[in-house]
């Protein structure tokens, strides 16, 4: 059994983790579980299922869905936050159904829990910083006049690239997708490095903690420092490779195109594979690639009916605005669902790569 001293550290870190994201919902949410702020709110508490209309079956991931569309993300951008808001969903299902097992006593799976949420809420400027939202990397447009690489370094590998004549048209869109999923990785790194600050800070101030309780920190924080190592060493060799792309040009003899499977691919070559594994997962990865394609191909298509759809609207035929209104609703549902699958699948891949690598160290 776990002291009421141990794991105490942790416990104060979720309550402050848990207080941000109060601040990020609003009152609104908090009167939603507090049970005092209404009549309805008094009644006796229900099981948790969607409510009608609602696309999630939590009530906090519905309030930060109304408040993403609040905030005019674009479709694309909607499609994502949809699908990461469903993978949390199904995650935290899954931590609850631990807890209820007693297997997560020292609150580790919950930090991990919330600290995901925070990276959501980053991303697509869900925690109040106007200037956190990562733009879609497959947004039509370019934005090579309005978004920003965040990065000096990257901003000179992008104009190198632009003014070299190495690229074809085809070839600048997809290093630009890799910049910007270079710059999604940092971004992420830098919340992940935010919230293992805070967990140092509440252990720094902890007032005499028991022995069992430094044993519990030491491994949670290992567990964290191990995570920003590979996260960090993921980003150095990510730049590096940028770094020989936009000097050299693509290679024909390219084993994968899109960013995140070339990530995979450098990932799996350094860890504890066999030959006879890193072919099967290289196969894998050819057909997780071609499943994120066909993603890509929707997000397009959906962004192009978008734009059709709002032009129909102007023009004010029923008739037209009906039939491509019902067009979008049925991409859109498409689009979430394949992105819904497709980073249930990457996360599979990534977790089964990082525990052959842990192996191997």
Not at 108 to 135: C, H, S, T
Not at 166 to 191: C, I, N
């Amino acid at each position: 059994m776990v002291s009421q001293k141990g794991g105490s550290w942790l416990r104060r870190l979720l309550a402050l983790l848990l207080l941000s994201l109060l601040l990020v919902l609003g009152p609104w949410q908090v009167a939603g579980h507090g049970g005092k702020y209404s009549r309805e709110q008094n009644e006796p508490e229900r099981p948790p299922k969607r409510e009608p209309g609602g696309e999630f079956r939590m009530e906090k991931l519905n309030q930060l869905w109304g408040k993403a569309q609040r905030l005019q993300l674009s479709p694309v951008e909607l499609s994502e936050l949809h699908a990461d808001l469903k993978i949390q969903e199904r995650d935290e299902f899954a931590w609850k159904k631990l807890k209820a097992e007693g297997l997560d006593e020292d609150g580790e799976k919950e930090a991990k829990l919330i600290q995901n949420l925070n990276v959501i809420l980053a991303k697509y400027g869900l925690d109040g910083r106007k200037d956190a939202r990562v733009l879609s990397s497959n947004s039509l447009h370019d934005g090579t006049e309005q978004d920003s690489l965040e990065d000096p370094r990257l901003e000179k590998l992008w104009h190198k690239a632009q003014t070299s004549g190495k690229f074809s048209r085809e070839e600048l869109d997809k290093l630009w997708r890799e910049l910007q999923h270079h710059r999604e990785k940092v971004r992420e790194y830098s919340v992940l490095l935010e919230t293992l600050s805070r967990m140092e800070e509440i252990r720094e101030n902890a007032i005499s903690p028991s022995d069992m309780s430094r044993v519990q920190e030491e491994a949670v924080l290992h567990s964290r420092h191990a995570e920003l190592k590979d996260r960090m060493r993921g980003i150095s060799q990510g730049y590096d490779r940028l770094q020989r792309v936009s000097h050299q040009g693509y290679s024909t003899e390219a084993e994968f195109e899109e960013p995140r499977v070339l990530d995979l691919w450098d990932l799996a070559q350094a860890a504890n594979f066999t030959e006879e594994e890193l072919e099967a997962l290289r196969e894998e990865l050819k057909h997780f690639e071609v499943k994120v394609e066909k993603h890509n191909h929707y997000q397009k298509q959906l962004e192009i009916s978008h734009q059709k759809l709002k032009h129909v609207e102007r023009l004010g035929d029923p008739e037209h605005v009906s039939r491509n209104r019902e067009r979008y609703a049925l991409l859109e549902e498409k689009t979430k669902e394949l992105g819904y699958k497709v980073k249930k699948h990457l996360q599979d891949l990534s977790s089964r790569i990082s525990r052959a690598h842990h192996n191997e160290l």
